[in-house]
């Protein structure tokens, strides 16, 4: 797959902010969530749901991304990605660069944004104005929308369990 | 489709999935191009960036313009594929008769 | 149309092919390899040829070509392997692995080696036989042949075999849209009914069909196979590919001849790259082909032609019955749709279970309705365990890679070793087998790595050079048992007890106490190894604490056995299967869990009788005869009730306790309700659920919300490092328990008086052991004193007063005991001490009797008698201990007596029963508040200081009850204590006192009752 092509993601808003991952990865959209809290799970898992049958562990993105309380908002949407062997079956997917985990896993989000292309050549690597509140590791990107921009998340950061969140 | 004449040379950049819901536009295309430039080109090449899919009818419509390439004695050859593209090519033998180039990476 | 799904069949089928190959390489080394063996790896390599040329994957096609060719060969009896072979043929099915992983990049990998190496075993002879890759080699001389097969890649070695045996040839078209899409089918599949019927020459697809760009979308694109078979006639042909006849195109047996016949080489098509293969043809696709002839036969022109009539005769019952074999005996499903059926049944079974619960409580009041549901529950059970059973998978599929692993190990490690394998049939669950994996190699690698020693080091010990791994599998009983033995080094119980408190991995007492059989988990501990470095061979990291760890995730258990110089055996236990199980669901603080039943011994409700105690600072509740730890699970998952909810600490009182059993263990788990008791379907956790530790598994209730299955042995762990924490011990909350339950147990002192006899006293009633000489002794009158500590000390010769031996003689050293707090000092004279023990007491008071002995007992089996201090001393000096006379009124009075000690119990009730009417003795206050509430007593006597409830809130109780508030109360205390005078006014005893002062203790109740009302202080 050439790397020149355009790809879509899937946006959605934490906060005021407006994060992006490639649609391929995204399996589907909850939006009531029934969220079961789980004890002595790190801060950052806000819960599991029950989604047909099986368990999705819910990762409360706005925690991981060490975002502070207050500026959360919104319903909460869950976006469900898909395992790393769905992706594996869908050669399509497996040449991108991101990977997701064998774990059925679910970001919690505050509203789902549209789906927009995003042309390889329009990422922008580093950030220049960098931004204090996210740690850059979980950043791959930027894009300059015309009205505001676009944050492409590092998933395999984000999904990550070696790294402590502080 | 953008298409462009260098030298005698018709580059024709496809630009999307060639399917069986978009072919009969594009033979229609084709079509258009090859007669337009009948005379002053001597080759066509055609250009698959961003072409990720090519289902069975998108190849009978390739293979039709590289047959009436054959016929008008026109050089023909495909640029810019992908992987994928390019081993499907591979499937149905036609790599080598295409004369298929991918460029980049 | 081609797609990625076929290559992932491809992909799939290759690998199965390599997996069913690898084996018989290896097998092909031993003396005994056979030919249905050989068979196996050429028909698979073959296999992998023809596919992967189909999809043009040339170089695995490449590769596997020649290793085809050194098969052929070895098949033909030509080539006899060996052990060179072999490994060249492993280090080739290697590449081809590599090559299969990602096919689409198969060129990227280097094979010049591998084809190198395999050439070298290849005579030179038979012209063309070099698979040198050399593109723009000129092809060989053209000879002329009809056009349909011009455009084919013709290979001289199908052909002729094909022309030996007396198969036809075919080149058959198939439109793309007509024949393949139309029908729902794909080319793949096309090319997979040839190879199981016939053999697989070259397809190509032709699009000379389309002249251009006028009939481009309006041509049916034609793909053309070329291949040979069994099949004696085209009719066959168009029946089976269900394709009209006139795609059917038979070549001529003498056209081929004509051309094999000039051209030993391989016709290259026109029109294609030019690539020189070499083909060597497999003859075994059925009963057709052992129809009269055997598979290698030398070439024999007038052998042709016979055969070719036999082969012609022979060919049209045996192909239907190829086409019906093929058909029915397995079928491909995708393992994501056996993990949702298997999900589905799961789901099935909890709303089965729902039904059934529902329909108990309505099912009368609809007709037909319970035998509705009585079907539907037993085709559910039946339907859950058939989709159970596709998920079974034979452990052969793991145990298969080991022989190579321990043969490769073997050879880098220069030691020789032979691996058994049994019961490769033996089925677990898939998941439980693909989970297996790793832990089994970990295991098998390390008996290679350290268990088994070098051939030299072998015959040193008297051993055979080669050692010898056993990897069995087998059903013992619901459950799998798989073991590792070798005959290797075994393992050293003090060795690795040194490593362990070494590495800081055990303290030196823990290491200490474990006994040698336990001394072998050792290994099984976090932080330990035992190579001096991870060596690469074995340690990726993955250490035997993983193994554990796996296994029992799993739901299984490891065990170890080994003996130095022998040979190590190691155990795991798997369940069969995974998915559901039995489980009491119950709530904490308004959240529910799952708790699986097979580890749950029963359940107890907290509050009446049942009331947990503490001691030494955890909590425990009694059960019948043992003490049982206790653990709430909302403070191990820090919960608080939600709102409304019941639970947290007042789960203490009127929860629930979950008896459960870990391994040899015990321990109570608090909850605060009890819902249900279900089969539940058990899901797997996410790698962020799984570090919490606390959790085996997530489960889906009825009502769709999603519940945590809790591990039993996470809570245990978790509960101990709270109880590390408030620095009770380090001990697991269970040796606490098992301490515990020895204060039961009292601490008696035993001594000899120069005797056979053995006798006890309570220790805690001995102020003061001294070593004494004979010759210390005054004898004053017809006493013997000592002088201690500025005071005479009157001794007391036990068998003077006691109905015992008198000793021959009286030795010099000798030892006295002197007995707390007596109002005349008296010090008891024995001449050996022999020991001291705690133990609990089982007094026998019938069978021994007689002044100064309490009774008897067994003790380490030997008789153990029990000195009655207080009768010895009386009479020894009946002046000072003969009770003073009593009121006759005493007689009529009850006495409720309390010590946990049952020395004490039996001298005070002695004692009091002399006094009073009845004395009846309890061991606790819960006893003592039990007995109360059943029968009438005057007084209470109680010692202070008792296991749970101590005297003092005892008496507090008696106090605040309306019933028994005026009832006398007496304390005893066996200790100084100044907080005990306080405790004893605030709790309003009538008395409290020093034991042993039976005198006093006799004024004390005297004046009590002459009161007749409680006194408020003390005497």
Redesign the interface.
């Known amino acids: 797959m050439t790397p020149s092509s355009q790809q879509q993601y899937m946006t959605f808003y934490l906060g005021g902010d407006l994060f992006g991952i490639n649609i391929l990865l995204v399996r589907e959209i909850i939006q009531n969530l029934d969220l079961t809290t789980v004890a002595k799970v790190p801060p950052y898992i806000a819960g599991v749901l029950n989604l047909r049958g099986q368990v999705v562990t819910v990762v409360d993105l706005a925690r991981r991304l060490s975002f502070d309380e207050n500026e959360r908002g919104g319903l909460g949407n869950c976006i469900v990605l898909k395992t790393s062997s769905e992706l594996e079956n869908n050669p399509t997917s497996v040449s991108l660069n991101e990977r997701t985990i064998a774990d059925k896993v679910g970001l919690l989000v505050d509203r789902i944004g549209d789906v927009l292309p995003v042309d390889a050549k329009s990422i922008i690597q580093t950030p220049n104005q960098s931004d204090n509140r996210l740690d850059k590791r979980y950043v791959r990107g930027v894009v300059r929308l015309s009205d505001q921009l676009l944050i492409l998340l590092n998933l395999s950061e984000v999904l990550n369990t070696e790294t402590r969140v502080e | 489709m953008k298409n462009e004449v260098v030298e005698k040379k018709l580059r024709i950049k496809v630009g999307e999935n060639i399917l069986s819901t978009s072919?009969?536009r594009m033979?229609a295309e084709?079509?258009k191009l090859?007669a337009e430039n009948e005379g002053s080109v001597s080759q066509i090449e055609l250009d698959l960036?961003?072409v990720?899919t090519i289902?069975?009818?998108g190849?009978?419509?390739l293979?039709?313009?590289?047959?009436?390439c054959k016929?008008k004695q026109w050089g023909f050859r495909v640029v810019?594929c992908?992987?994928?593209v390019k081993?499907?090519f591979?499937?149905?033998?036609?790599n080598?008769?295409f004369g298929v180039e991918r460029v980049?990476? | 149309m081609v797609d990625n799904e076929l290559i992932g069949i491809f992909i799939q089928e290759s690998k199965e092919h390599l997996e069913a190959i690898e084996p018989e390489i290896l097998a092909m080394e031993s003396a005994s390899h056979d030919s249905e063996g050989v068979n196996t790896i050429f028909r698979g390599v073959h296999s992998i040829k023809g596919s992967s040329g189909f999809f043009g994957f040339e170089q695995i096609s490449k590769l596997s070509h020649v290793m085809e060719n050194l098969m052929a060969l070895v098949r033909d009896g030509q080539l006899s392997p060996n052990s060179e072979m072999v490994s060249v043929l492993l280090a080739s099915t290697d590449k081809l692995k590599l090559m299969i992983d990602d096919p689409q990049h198969c060129a990227e990998v280097a094979i010049e080696d591998e084809v190198k190496q395999l050439n070298t075993f290849l005579p030179a002879a038979k012209g063309g036989t070099k698979p040198a890759q050399d593109k723009g080699e000129p092809a060989p001389k053209q000879v002329k042949l009809p056009d349909s097969l011009k455009r084919f890649r013709l290979d001289p070695y199908i052909l002729k075999n094909a022309m030996q045996h007396g198969h036809l040839v075919f080149v058959i078209r198939l439109f793309m849209n007509k024949d393949v899409k139309e029908k729902g089918r794909t080319p793949y599949d096309y090319f997979k009914e040839i190879e199981s019927l016939g053999e697989f020459v070259d397809a190509y697809f032709d699009f000379s069909s389309i002249s251009g760009l006028d009939d481009a979308l309006s041509t049916d694109l034609v793909c053309s196979f070329l291949f040979t078979t069994v099949m004696g006639s085209p009719d066959m042909i168009t029946s089976v590919f269900d394709i009209p006849a006139a795609q059917v195109e038979e070549i001529e047996a003498g056209v081929i001849k004509e051309w094999l016949g000039t051209n030993p080489g391989v016709q290259t098509p026109e029109g294609r790259e030019a690539e020189v293969f070499l083909e060597v043809v497999e003859d075994d696709s059925g009963p057709a082909s052992d129809a009269g002839h055997e598979p290698d036969k030398a070439e024999d022109e007038d052998h042709l032609a016979s055969t070719d009539h036999l082969a012609v005769k022979a060919s049209s019952a045996p192909a239907a019955r190829m086409k019906v074999k093929r058909a029915d005996e397995t079928i491909r499903v995708n393992v994501s749709l056996l993990d949702s059926l298997m999900n589905l049944a799961g789901e099935m079974v909890l709303s089965r279970n729902q039904l059934i619960r529902i329909a108990e409580n309505h099912g009368q009041e609809i007709a037909g309705l319970q035998s509705i549901i009585q079907n539907i529950n037993l085709v559910t059970s039946d339907m859950h365990e058939k989709v159970m059973q596709t998920r079974l998978q034979a452990l052969g599929i793991i145990f298969g890679k080991f022989t190579r692993i321990i043969r490769d190990l073997a050879m880098k490690l220069g030691k020789e070793i032979i691996l058994d394998i049994e019961g490769e049939d033996v089925e677990l669950d898939k998941s439980i087998v693909e989970a297996l994996s790793d832990p089994l190699t970990h295991l098998i690698r390390n008996c290679a790595d350290h268990g088994i020693e070098t051939p030299e080091e072998r015959e040193r010990m008297g051993k055979p050079r080669e050692g010898r791994v056993r990897l069995t599998a087998k059903h013992v009983g619901g459950q799998v048992l798989i073991e590792i033995i070798d005959d290797g080094r075994g393992m050293n119980p003090e060795k690795l007890r040194q490593k362990a408190i070494e590495k800081g991995v055990l303290k030196p007492e823990e290491a200490a106490k474990m006994s040698d059989r336990q001394a072998l988990t050792i290994i099984f501990l976090p932080g330990f190894s035992t190579a001096e470095k991870v060596s690469d061979v074995s340690g990726r990291g993955v250490g035997m604490d993983v193994v554990r760890t796996n296994i029992e995730g799993l739901g299984g258990f490891v065990d170890i056995d080994s003996e130095v110089g022998v040979g190590t055996r190691i155990s795991l236990r798997l369940p069969l299967t995974l998915a559901i199980i039995p489980a009491m669901i119950v709530g904490s603080c308004g959240r529910r869990f799952a708790v699986p039943q097979v580890n749950l011994e029963e359940v107890v409700r907290l509050g009446g009788k049942n009331k947990p105690e503490i001691i030494r600072g955890s909590r425990v509740l009694r059960l019948r005869d043992s003490l049982l730890t206790l653990i709430n699970l909302a403070d191990v998952l820090e919960l608080t009730p939600q709102e409304g909810e019941r639970g947290g600490a007042s789960d203490w009182e009127d929860g629930y306790v979950l008896v459960l059993n870990l391994d040899n263990n015990q321990y109570g788990l608090i909850v605060s309700e009890l819902l249900d008791s279900e089969e539940i379907a058990v899901k797997p956790l996410s790698v962020y659920l799984k570090q919490v530790g606390c959790y085996s598994g997530v489960t889906i209730m009825g009502d769709g919300k999603v519940a945590m299955i809790v591990d039993i042995q996470g809570i245990a762990t978790m509960a101990r490092l709270k109880f590390a924490e408030n620095e009770i011990n380090e001990q697991s909350a269970l040796d606490l328990a098992n301490q515990l339950r020895s204060s039961d147990s009292e601490s008696l002192l035993l001594f000899r008086n120069e005797g056979l006899e053995l006798f006890a006293i309570n220790l805690s009633t001995v102020a003061r052991i001294e070593r004494i000489k004979a010759s210390d002794i005054e004898h004053i009158g017809k006493g013997e004193y000592l002088k201690l500590g500025g005071r005479s000390l009157r001794l007391v010769r036990m068998h003077d007063h006691m109905p015992i031996a008198k000793p021959e003689q009286t030795p010099e050293d000798l030892y006295v005991l002197v007995p707390k707090l007596l109002t005349k000092p008296i010090g008891i004279v024995a001449t050996q001490i022999v020991d001291t023990v705690q133990t609990v007491v089982d007094l026998d008071r019938e069978t021994i009797s007689g002044v100064g002995i309490l009774g008897s007992t067994f003790i380490n089996d030997a008789l153990v008698l029990l000195v009655d201090i207080y009768s010895l001393f009386e009479s020894v000096d009946p002046e000072v201990f003969r009770p003073v006379a009593y009121p006759e009124h005493f007689k009529n009075l009850r006495v409720l007596l309390v010590d946990n000690n049952v020395f004490f119990r039996t001298v005070e009730g002695d004692f009091l029963r002399r006094l009073f009417g009845e004395v009846v003795g309890v061991r606790n206050a819960a006893q003592a508040w039990e007995k109360l509430s059943e029968e009438n007593f005057h007084v209470v006597i109680s010692d202070v200081e008792l296991p749970g409830t101590s005297g003092f809130d005892l008496c507090a109780k008696v106090r605040h009850s309306e019933r028994y508030k005026h009832l006398p109360f007496i304390g005893l205390s066996a200790r100084q204590d100044p907080n005990h005078e306080v405790l004893a006014k605030e709790t309003l005893m009538d008395a409290y006192q020093m034991k042993f002062d039976k005198v006093k203790l006799l004024r004390l109740i005297e004046s009590i009752f002459d009161r007749k009302t409680p006194r408020l202080t003390q005497s």
């Open positions: 072919i009969e033979n084709f079509k090859v960036e961003g990720e289902d069975s009818q190849l009978n419509l293979i039709g313009l590289y047959q009436e016929r810019e992908s992987e994928t081993w499907l591979t499937i149905f033998k036609l080598d008769v980049g990476n």
